[in-house]
Each structure stands twice: as structure tokens, then as C-alpha cells.
């Protein structure tokens, strides 16, 4: 626990903590800018925070850079450290005389704070934990409909995950999650691959058409090999199947191609008809008296627009037609070419080996694509299963906590108010979450609430301390103010909390107050030993 802070701007150089309840009271008529929430920051700023930088450079700009040294202890060990506003990422690990040994990371710095509170496994950071609760006026978690809220912005998703961490439940995720991220990268590497070419990609009917094509494969390479010796022995048989095979592929192309060239032969007519020239329209005028002559240009000038537009797109049309051809061409000339190696390679056992060797190859295309595209289907519905085991397991998580919360509230809600006053209840979903204290629309009973909630968080989880100005008790009544401090001082955590005027609560919440005062400021006696205000 924090055992105290040096400071030699504070108007007491040295100011010690104990545990439990640690209070810095303000005076009866509830002076500001005397330093109760500032010195709140410091606190703060000890336990590896900015906020003090952050938000108080007024101080800073009056009173120059702040050194602060501090103690803690844990056991029997005490920790001595030293860390400085001009320089806040480093943190110096001192002697008890407070002389620096050596320098260390603030995230080092806070990992050993971690450490030393005994807070294990909980998959997050000490910042992350503590600075939630340390509600302090100036920073923006002081929402009493969001109590998760750390800062303003924050997604509830990141709150929920937050309190999950702090329950020590979140190792319950880890595992999924991790084999989740790892079939999400997998996924991402194949459509990539895909998207690259480095892969096929086939869809379905692809899928059922090579599975097809690969039986036959094997039947011909089981039947080969089967009948290796006759084959060997009569070769001839085997090439006369696939001659037969692709003359009769070469017949199905020629007859495709056929349909295209007389296409082509019928677009070369239309372009080869001729216009009407103005001379025969010349002839008119020997059948008819006094022709349009004028009207009939313009006819002749438009049906010649006309003819040049469908000139050109037949003379495009033509031209796929003529490439499309062409390809016609390639593919029998490669059939050709297969059938006179066939025919060459009649009396040679060499025939047999390659055959083999190609069908194999073949087989090998084909698995692969089928292979990509079955572990694809497959990782992409193991995705899906995971997903809804990971919202399972978190819904359940998500319920015990919320159980355990409201049940907690329910206690010291009993303890605080008298009866009839609605207890809050939080509401814990995968993606959001709602603090339901709507019928207490009061804002005295909302802080309250705020504070009820803290207080169940800081028993049911590892939370080490509790930081809570006197903002948050400004507009609760008095007599729910003295069951809090109550409350307070039944915690051994250390609570740090500002308060005004004591003087109006009872005899009880005074005596404790004073007991668990670390520090007294008023109008005329601040934080600081210079005032510039």
C-alpha cells in the first residue's frame, strides 16, 4: 500500500497513509481551489497516472516542475521511488533516503506495482484497472449512467471487456479467442492467395466436376496399372482410345468454328453492299415532275450516317469473331499435335509411363483445387462455430458478474438508504451494458449509486484502492452520507477521498473522518506553501 509522498511545495513536506479510509477534508463552507482535488492527481500521478500533468499545468506553470518521492510497502518490503513532472515516462527507483538507484519505464513501473498488490492473470495493465476508479474532477469518468466509462469516447465493448479482466475471468476467453484470431488468419491467407492467384478459385459446381473428373482419373490409372503387361504388350490399343477421344473433340470444334466462320462470311456481305449514289436519283425527275430533290438528299444523307454506325459495328463484330476463330484454330492444332505423338509412339512402352505421369498430374491439379476449396469451406464454419462459443462463453461470464454486482448492490444499498429507495442494477450484454437507476432521478441519489457500485467492485474484485473527490458527495444527503463514510471505513483497501464540511454529518462520520484525515486544507491553508490565485 502507499505509505506516503515527499514534496517540498507542499505546505507539509511529508504526508503519510494508513490503511483503509485515507480522507482529505476540506473546510465548512466548502472552499475551492484550496488543492483537494489536485492533490487527489498526485495520487494518482504516484500510482503511474497524467492526469495531474494533464490537467493541472497551472500548477506547473506558477510553481516550476514537481519532484514527488514515495513509499510503499507490501509485507514486509518497503519500495522507494521517485518520479519528476518534467521527466513523467521514467520512474526512478530510490534508497530510503530517496537517492535513485536507477531508472525504470513507467509501464516497468506500474507491471511491478501490479505485481507487488499480488494481481495476477488478469490479461490487462495496472492503469487500466485503477484508473477507472479513481474518480477525480477534471477527469472525464464521473458518469453516473455509464459507470465502466473511463473516458468519454470509450466503446462499451472495451468497458466490458475491462470488468471481465477485473473479475479474473477473462483467461476463460483467451483460449478461444487465440484459436479464433488463428482460423481468421488462416481464412485471410487463402482468400488472399486466391485473390493473387496463387491459388484457383473454383466455386462449387467446379468442386463437384473436378471430384467427378478425378474418379475417372483413377479408374484410368487403376486400370493401366492393372493391365500394364497387355498394354505393354499392345500399346496400340491404348492410343487407339485416345486418338478416337480427341478426333472426336477436334469434329466438336470444327463444327463450333463452322458457325463462326459463316457468321463472319454473312457480316462480309452487309459490308460489302453498296450505297446509293446521287446520280441515280438523278433519273427521277424522267418519272416523276418536280421531285423533292432537296428532301431526298437529306434522306440519302441519313441512311449514310446510318450505314457507317452499322459499318463500324460490324466490322468489331467481324473482328471478335476472327479472334475468336483463331483460338478455334489453336486448340486443333494442339489436338493434331497430340495425335501425331500418339500415333508416333505406338510401338514404344514409353507411352505408357507418360500417360501415367499425366494423368497424375492432373489428379494433383485437381485434389489441390478441390483441397483449397474444401479447407476454405471448412475454416470458414469452424469461424462461425467459434464465434458462437465465444458469445456463449461470454454471455455466461457476463451473468455471474452481473449476478454477483447486484447482489453486492442490493446489500449496500440496504446499508446506505432506508428503505424504499431503488437499489441500481447493472445490466451486462456482449457489446453494450446499462446501469439502471432510473427511477432515482434525483442527483444526489445518482452519485450515490455511483459510489454504491464502486464500493461492490472494490470488495468482489483485486481492485487495490478507491480515489473519490467530493464532487461526488456535493448533492447526496447527509444522513446517506454518514452510512458511505460507514461503508468506507469497514474496507482494509485504502480509499482516498475528499470531502467538505465534516461538521455537518454525526459524531460517528466526524470521529472517523478526523481519525482518517491525511490532510486538512482550507481558505487559508492550500495544498501548496505558495498561492498564486
Not at 68 to 91: A, C, E
Request: include cysteine; glycine fraction near 4%.
Amino acid at each position: 500500500m502507499l505509505k506516503e509522498i515527499k514534496c517540498d511545495k507542499f505546505i507539509e513536506p511529508v504526508i503519510e497513509f494508513k490503511n483503509g479510509l485515507n480522507s482529505i477534508l476540506g473546510d465548512d463552507i466548502s472552499t475551492n481551489s484550496i488543492g483537494k482535488s489536485t492533490f487527489l492527481m498526485i495520487i494518482d500521478f504516484v500510482f503511474g497516472g497524467n492526469t495531474f500533468i494533464n490537467k493541472n499545468s497551472g500548477s506547473i506553470e506558477h510553481l516550476g516542475d514537481f519532484t514527488f518521492k514515495f513509499k510503499f510497502k507490501f509485507g514486509n518490503d518497503k519500495l522507494y521511488f521517485l518520479r519528476q513532472t518534467s521527466n513523467p515516462d521514467i520512474v526512478s527507483v530510490c534508497d530510503v533516503n530517496y537517492h535513485p538507484l536507477n531508472n525504470i519505464s513507467t509501464k516497468e513501473y506500474t507491471l511491478l506495482l501490479l505485481q507487488n498488490y499480488g494481481i495476477n492473470n488478469l490479461q490487462t495493465s495496472f492503469r487500466d484497472i485503477v484508473g477507472l476508479f479513481s474518480r477525480i474532477w477534471g477527469k472525464d469518468n464521473c458518469n453516473v449512467d455509464k459507470p465502466l466509462l473511463s473516458f468519454s469516447k470509450e466503446a462499451d465493448e472495451i468497458s466490458i471487456s475491462r470488468i471481465i479482466k477485473l473479475f479474473g475471468l477473462y483467461d476463460q476467453i483467451v483460449e478461444t479467442s487465440t484459436k479464433l484470431k488463428d482460423k481468421k488468419d488462416s481464412k485471410k491467407f487463402l482468400t488472399g492467395a486466391i485473390r493473387k492467384n496463387y491459388i484457383p478459385k473454383i466455386t462449387k459446381s467446379t468442386f463437384e466436376k473436378n471430384r467427378i473428373q478425378l474418379e475417372d482419373i483413377e479408374k484410368e490409372i487403376t486400370n493401366i496399372k492393372e493391365n500394364i503387361l497387355k498394354f505393354t504388350l499392345n500399346i496400340e490399343e491404348l492410343t487407339n482410345k485416345e486418338v478416337i477421344e480427341l478426333k472426336v473433340e477436334k469434329s466438336n470444334l470444327l463444327k463450333e468454328q463452322t458457325l463462326i466462320v459463316n457468321k463472319i462470311k454473312r457480316l462480309d456481305l452487309n459490308l460489302n453492299q453498296k450505297r446509293i449514289k446521287s446520280k441515280h436519283l438523278d433519273r427521277l425527275s424522267a418519272f416523276f415532275e418536280n421531285p423533292n430533290e432537296e428532301r431526298i438528299s437529306e434522306i440519302e444523307s441519313f441512311h449514310n450516317k446510318i450505314s457507317t454506325i452499322l459499318t463500324r459495328e460490324i466490322k468489331t463484330a467481324k473482328e471478335l469473331l476472327e479472334k475468336e476463330s483463331e483460338l478455334f484454330n489453336e486448340r486443333i492444332e494442339v489436338i493434331d499435335f497430340k495425335v501425331s505423338t500418339l500415333l508416333s509412339n505406338v510401338s514404344s512402352p514409353k507411352y505408357i509411363v507418360d500417360k501415367i505421369y499425366e494423368l497424375t498430374i492432373e489428379s494433383n491439379k485437381l485434389t489441390n483445387e478441390n483441397r483449397f476449396y474444401q479447407e476454405k469451406i471448412d475454416i470458414t464454419e469452424e469461424v462461425k462455430e467459434i464465434e458462437i462459443d465465444i458469445d456463449s462463453l461470454i454471455g455466461d461470464i457476463l451473468t455471474k458478474i452481473e449476478v454477483k454486482i447486484n447482489k453486492e448492490l442490493i446489500e449496500i444499498n440496504e446499508k446506505i438508504h432506508v428503505k424504499g429507495k431503488k437499489t441500481p442494477k447493472i445490466e451486462l450484454g456482449r457489446k453494450s451494458y446499462k446501469f439502471d437507476h432510473s427511477s432515482n432521478t434525483g442527483t444526489g441519489k445518482s452519485y450515490a449509486d455511483l459510489i454504491e457500485f464502486d464500493l461492490a467492485i472494490l470488495k468482489l474484485t483485486v481492485l487495490p484502492f478507491l480515489i473519490h473527490d467530493s464532487i461526488l458527495f456535493k448533492n447526496i444527503e447527509d444522513i446517506a452520507i454518514d452510512k458511505i463514510i460507514e461503508q468506507y471505513s469497514r474496507f482494509e483497501n485504502q480509499i482516498f477521498i475528499s470531502i467538505d464540511g465534516i461538521n455537518k454529518y454525526d459524531d460517528k462520520s466526524r470521529k472517523k473522518l478526523k481519525e482518517s484525515s491525511v490532510l486538512e486544507l482550507s481558505k487559508d491553508r492550500k495544498l501548496f506553501n505558495k498561492d498564486w490565485s
